[in-house]
RNA sequence: GAGAGAGUAGCUCAGUCGGUUAGAGCACCAGGUUGUGGCCCUGGGGGCCGGGGGUUCAAUUCCCCUCUCUCUCCCCA
């Protein structure tokens, strides 16, 4: 067996290239500056923790406890797991750390890598990358509100205009039980419809039923009592004030009554947004309130908390469907031109000097022709060029050439890490001039009108 | 996990009803312009036709297996 083939990254998994990183840079930029004004602080927890955190925390029926993590041994015999989602990490990060020791509100965030063993398709991968915030220490309606409108505001600043939100409430621990029994008197008298998964669902999570998109079963459920029918009072008061403190912000939503999540530590609040540009996976974001997760990861008691989890790679799909553009290539300051061996030496060391005053610079590795580098230099959009050959040797001069208006001059050696840092100031500044920040959000009013063309 | 489609140059794709040197556009390199970019012209380098096996005188083409991608179901971010 002396296979060789060649290795390449693994199902579900893709490398980011140069040309998309630094479209991922500027959207986790963004991500941390609405995090910032939100007030929230990051916290990094490891990517693989106790099995049994998921197991517990997520739910043993859940799909993603069942089928998709990534679960190995260690040396030891323990049993680890690829976190497969973020929520459940940090409330054990919170507990473990006594974060709220103090009687204070946490406001977390997190972003990274996540790990589900799916098949892979669009906006599906089984490394995938996800953002999240969580508001641990309270259970008052501001704090659901505040982490749907901390997700929305992330979506607006980065120019996805198009979703549509949908919320719901599971009820309680204290309601929810009696909404099982008339639900599952209910669905009793349609078992004989139902698939054979929900069957056996019946028995282990019926709520889940009602989020089952198998055409017999929803037919069979669509007269099912409505959980938002069976809340009890505590749990109504908190939906109704959630609704009520986003009406207030204008913010549109759908009350989904069969808004059922796929993680088992969501009470009373859950919510998604919808990407209409996305297809199959169209969810972008999903999240709600787990005020028994800590205890059930083994926290002495009851810890309200609530949050978000939405997915990087599908909003980046979203804005691409949208046209939003993140496309941005790295700034080239100067190009380096050699012509022969020495000059090469020569502008080596310069380069370092003027990388280490801060210019951007690009400099030929191979031997090749002065166009060849005057090309690349175009190529990088590179503001000046620095030419050094036998002439400005002999009299210790360098070439500066002004890439955009193509005037030339000479300069001595002393003065041109100066030189240079005048010349792309000015250079700057005239840029800044010609096309005005657009951070003025001042909209002009003069968009062409649709339709009308030559 | 189940079903469908696709893999040919760095990229986007033609093509071979099984047959001799497998093509285009873009990109790249060089020359036209003795040391100067963008436009133009000319030329050039690049391909185990995804991998393995089978049928055949002959396979990139047909068959099987496998890997990967895309889409759907399911589930989720």
Redo the contacts with the bound molecule.
């Keep these: 067996m002396t296979e060789n083939?060649s290795l390449?990254s693994?199902?579900?998994t893709?490398d980011l290239l140069p040309g998309e990183t630094e479209a991922w840079d500027v959207v986790e930029g963004i991500i941390r500056e609405v995090m910032g004004i939100y007030q929230y602080r990051e916290i990094r927890t490891p990517l693989f923790e106790d099995t049994q955190l998921f197991t517990r925390g997520i739910g043993e029926h859940?799909?993603?406890v069942n089928k998709e993590m990534y679960t190995f041994e260690d040396q030891g015999g323990r049993s680890l797991t690829l976190r497969p989602?973020g929520t459940a990490s940090v409330v054990r990060s919170w507990l473990q750390h006594r974060l709220g020791a103090q009687g204070t509100v946490n406001k977390l965030y997190y972003l990274g890598p996540m790990f589900?063993q799916?098949?892979?398709?669009?906006?599906?991968?089984r490394q995938?990358h996800?953002f999240g915030a969580e508001v641990i220490g309270t259970d008052a309606p501001e704090a659901d509100a505040e982490i749907i409108l901390l997700v929305l505001a992330v979506l607006d600043a980065l120019g996805l205009e198009t979703w549509a939100l949908h919320i719901g409430s599971l009820g309680c621990r204290e309601c929810r039980p009696g909404y099982r029994d008339i639900l599952v008197e209910f669905l009793a008298g349609v078992e004989s419809l139902l698939c054979e998964e929900c069957k056996e669902r019946m028995k282990t999570n019926p709520l889940r039923i009602l989020?089952?998109?198998?055409e017999g079963c929803r037919l069979a459920t669509a007269k099912a009592p409505s959980h938002l029918d069976h809340l009890d009072e505590g749990c109504q008061i908190h939906f109704n004030a959630v609704q009520a403190l986003l009406s207030d912000r204008g913010i549109p939503f759908t009350v989904d009554p069969r808004l059922v999540?796929?993680?088992d530590y969501y009470e009373r609040t859950t919510f998604?947004v919808l990407s209409p540009d996305l297809?199959?996976?169209?969810?972008?974001?999903?999240g709600g309130r787990y005020d028994g997760l800590a205890q059930m990861i083994g926290g002495s008691d009851r810890v309200p908390g609530v949050g978000f989890?939405?997915?990087i790679?599908?909003i980046m799909l979203a804005l691409e469907a949208a046209g939003v553009e993140l496309d941005f290539e790295p700034i080239c300051d100067v190009a380096l031109v050699h012509?022969g061996e020495a000059a090469r030496q020569r502008l080596f060391a310069l380069c370092d000097i003027l990388r280490r005053a801060g210019v951007a610079c690009t400099i030929e590795l191979f031997d090749?022709?002065?166009?060849?580098q005057?090309?690349?230099?175009?190529?990088r959009e590179a503001l000046l060029?620095l030419?050094?050959?036998?002439?400005?040797l002999k009299d210790g001069m360098v070439?500066v050439?002004n890439?955009?208006d193509?005037e030339?001059e000479q300069v001595s050696f002393e003065d041109v890490v100066s030189v240079v840092l005048e010349k792309l100031e000015k250079m700057d500044d005239e840029a800044v001039d010609e096309e005005p920040q657009d951070w003025s959000e001042e909209d002009d009013g003069s968009e062409p009108e649709p339709g009308e063309a030559a």
Excluded: W
């Design positions: 083939r390449q693994i199902r579900g893709r859940t799909d993603i989602e589900r799916e098949a892979p398709q669009k906006g599906r991968a995938f996800q989020d089952c998109k198998n999540r796929g993680l998604e297809g199959a996976q169209d969810a972008i974001c999903g989890a939405a997915g790679e599908r012509i090749r022709s002065v166009k060849a005057m090309r690349e230099a175009n190529r060029a030419i050094v050959g036998e002439n400005e070439t050439k890439l955009v193509g030339e």
